[in-house]
Nanobody, 123 residues
Framework: VQLQASGGGLVQAGGSLRLSCAASGRTFSRYTVAWFRQAPGKEREFVVGISWSGSSTSYADSVKGRFTGSRDNDKTTVYLQMNSLKPEDSAVYYC?????????????????WGQGTQVTVSS
């Protein structure tokens, strides 16, 4: 499975963005996927994990209620809908995948990564 994230950009505080992560590979539906983010000088941070079926999700407290992670296995695409964006949400966002049914909340738990897409939220 290969991953390619897109949809980042510049948005004002309070605005919305939707990120997409296109996956290649026939076995995509067997992978747990996640979104992480990394701001300059900071460690990569877990945002949301999505189970293989999409029926189970796990969110970081900092984004709960504002961000929604989802997937479409027919389109082999993962989404991150981000609403009520704040300047502290600014970071490079990465999608990741792992061949397991368990949602890990650490970057070390994922072996497949997309290239990242920049999100900048202005105040």
């Amino acid at each position: 499975v290969q991953l390619q994230a897109s949809g980042g950009g510049l948005v004002q505080a309070g605005g919305s963005l939707r990120l997409s992560c296109a996956a290649s590979g026939r076995t995509f539906s067997r992978y747990t996927v996640a979104w992480f983010r990394q701001a300059p000088g900071k460690e990569r941070e877990f945002v949301v994990g999505i189970s293989w079926s999409g029926s189970s999700t796990s969110y970081a407290d900092s984004v709960k209620g504002r961000f929604t992670g989802s997937r479409d296995n027919d389109k082999t695409t993962v989404y991150l809908q981000m609403n009520s964006l704040k300047p502290e949400d600014s970071a490079v966002y990465y999608c990741a995948a792992r061949g397991s049914t368990v949602i890990h909340r650490t970057a070390a738990g994922y072996g497949l990564w997309g290239q990242g897409t920049q999100v900048t939220v202005s105040s």
